[in-house]
């Protein structure tokens, strides 16, 4: 793999707000949020402080003899028109954001996620419907310190290495790596299809802003487009078991010419055969 500065993306402790924008959908959120953030502030405040007000200059003691006002025409007019402004001003963006969520660009490639109790498998439609299943890494691999357990994860780095067609192996992180990972091309718009093979799954990746449900029996659709190489971890975001916090989601996102060799390679040993389980070759054990 190209010697291309990496970024790694995934949630830290005790992060506050988002990861970094990774796509322009992301970028597009974290401005929205940002906008609502001032605005949802500035009305906090404003009631606050009149809250205090009113209970000040308007209690028994500072205002003996309550006024008999029933109506102002002006303020009136004041708390209605200003609050259907600032609805106005939140709408425009919100709706512009909707659509760009909703409407695909044309694809340059197409990827299947379907969750499973308690993994992922994916599928290439585009390159001969090669599929893999994704499994996190068993928790021995980061707790056992046997020199036979540090044999096994150097084995099970380096296989991911060959998988993503590295000159060494990728960093890894507790309970949020698989044993093998989507790869897809920088720059690049990517379609998602995501469906669930018993209960309902959500594919999550925060730094994508991409957050769609996988229902079984249905094929929904979203899209991102990755403008920064690097690894990027998500997580599934519906409960769905005993199980559910143990179904990371990682994408590795490469150069056009290292995702060309990733696939010359991963054609040929996930080209997609009758009968076949198509698992991953390594951690095939659902935990």
């Known amino acids: 793999m190209s010697a291309v500065a990496q970024v790694v993306r995934k949630g830290e402790d005790g992060h506050f707000g988002f990861q970094p924008a990774a796509t322009p959908i992301m970028e597009q959120l974290t401005s929205f949020h940002n906008l609502l953030l001032w605005i949802i502030t500035v009305i906090t405040v404003m009631v606050a402080i009149l809250l205090v007000w009113v209970m000040i200059r308007y209690n028994r003691k500072s205002n003996p003899k309550p006024s008999k006002t029933s109506h102002n025409t002006l303020v009136e007019v004041v708390w209605t028109v200003v609050p259907i402004l600032i609805l106005v001003l939140i709408a425009i963006p919100s709706f512009k954001l909707l659509y760009l969520q909703d409407e695909i660009p044309e694809a340059d490639l197409v990827v299947k996620a379907t969750g ?15 599929a893999f299943d994704a499994l996190m890494l068993d928790e021995k691999y980061y707790t056992d310190m046997s020199s036979d357990a540090q044999g096994e994860r150097q084995d099970a780095e380096m296989r991911l290495a060959e998988f993503l067609v590295r000159d060494e192996p990728p960093q890894t992180f507790r309970l949020l790596d698989t044993d093998t990972r989507i790869v897809v091309p920088v720059g690049k718009v990517v379609k998602m299809l995501v469906t669930a093979s018993d209960v309902l799954h959500s594919w999550a990746i925060p730094s994508f802003g991409v957050k769609i449900d996988a229902v079984p029996g249905r094929l929904n659709e979203t899209w991102f487009q990755a403008d920064e190489i690097g690894t990027y971890y998500g997580q599934c975001s519906e409960i769905c078991g005993i199980r559910h916090a143990y179904m990371p989601i990682v994408v590795e996102v490469v150069s056009e010419e ?15 055969a009758p009968g076949s389980t198509r698992l991953a070759s390594a951690g095939r054990q659902v935990h």
Do not use: G, T
Request: without cysteine; charged residues 35%.
């Open 116 to 130: 499973h109790q308690w993994y992922w498998s994916y599928e290439y439609p585009d390159y001969d419907n090669m």
């Open 258 to 272: 290292d995702f060309k060799l990733w696939v010359e390679k991963a054609r040929a040993e996930y080209a997609e």
